[in-house]
């Protein structure tokens, strides 16, 4: 999927989490009714259907995470936008380990240019990138992938692959 599709997709499922959020109705139908032309791209669609069911089934959890770097604000008071933001980005970091944690962090901050508040990419970019790093403190975030090794983030460079040959001052 290329990146313009994944961040269209990303935009889309921001408006059908929001749509859930506010509408309260049953998800089958939020789906449908925000989804519903996607059905002709189908893996765009598979991966809007699996963010938006790990966003919802993991909620807690997320804002535990958010709550938790956002102790000196009022939770309630953080814009609706922002907290689906960071809850979409979370769930990346946490359950697509094919997603590299700098394009998470780089799209979210670029849908939220679009459907947020003027300082909600900075204030976006400083949650996920203080998430980002208790997650690998807590050898919790698993990504597999490039620029990714081992199936974790690569935390020190790999060793060289052949012992160096000696200058030619030695």
Sequence with gaps: ??????????????????????????????????????????????????????????????????????????????AVID??????????????PDIPPKVTINESIEVAKTFSTENSGKFINGILDAVLDELKKTDTLRKTGRGLINGNVRSKPAPPASPEEPSEDQ
């Design 1 to 78: 999927m290329t990146l313009l599709r994944r961040r269209a997709t990303r935009e889309r499922v921001l408006q059908t989490l929001y749509a859930y959020e506010l509408s309260q109705e049953p998800i089958a139908s939020v789906l449908e009714n925000v989804l519903g032309d996607f059905h002709s791209d189908q893996q765009s669609l598979e991966f809007a259907k699996r963010l938006i069911q790990e966003v919802i089934s993991h909620q807690p959890e997320i804002e535990r995470l958010i709550k938790a770097k956002v102790s000196h604000w009022d939770y309630n008071r953080i």
């Design 83 to 96: 907290k689906l933001l960071l809850q979409m980005g979370i769930c990346e970091f946490l359950y697509f």
